[in-house]
């Protein structure tokens, strides 16, 4: 079974900036899709951004537009986004997810990731 494992969270005050980290093993050499979601406190999951790995196309919620900036190293099955101009409606966990071997045709769906991460917390403060 493929594993997923993040990194990279912690606290931030307004305006910083933060790293995350992601790895995959276990699932094939090359993932199509690979994707960040997030999840505030009583909110349900959203995507955050992905990349289909194997043309290198990256995709951005309307939310982080402009401030995030999601980067792959496809042979490796890593991802990372880093995180610009963080707000306190950025915090949340922050999960990475790993497609099927196969045609991902909506990145935001989150069934479409059958392996996800434990999640790294992201906290924002004024």
């Known amino acids: 079974d493929g594993i997923v494992a993040e990194s990279g969270g912690g606290s931030v005050q307004v305006g910083g900036s933060l790293m995350l980290s992601c790895v995959a093993s276990?699932?094939?050499?090359?993932?199509?899709?690979m994707a960040w979601f997030r999840q505030a406190p009583g909110k349900a999951r959203e995507p955050v951004a992905a990349v289909a790995t194997t043309v290198g196309i990256r995709y951005y919620s309307d939310s982080v537009k402009d401030r995030f900036t999601v980067s792959q190293d496809g042979a490796k099955n890593k991802l990372f986004l880093r995180m610009a101009d963080l707000r306190p409606e950025d915090t949340a966990m922050y999960y990475c997810a790993a497609s099927r071997p196969k045609y991902v045709s909506n990145w935001r769906e989150a069934p479409n990731y059958p392996y996800w991460g434990q999640g790294t917390q992201v906290t924002v403060s004024s």
């Open positions: 276990g699932i094939t050499d090359n993932i199509p899709f």
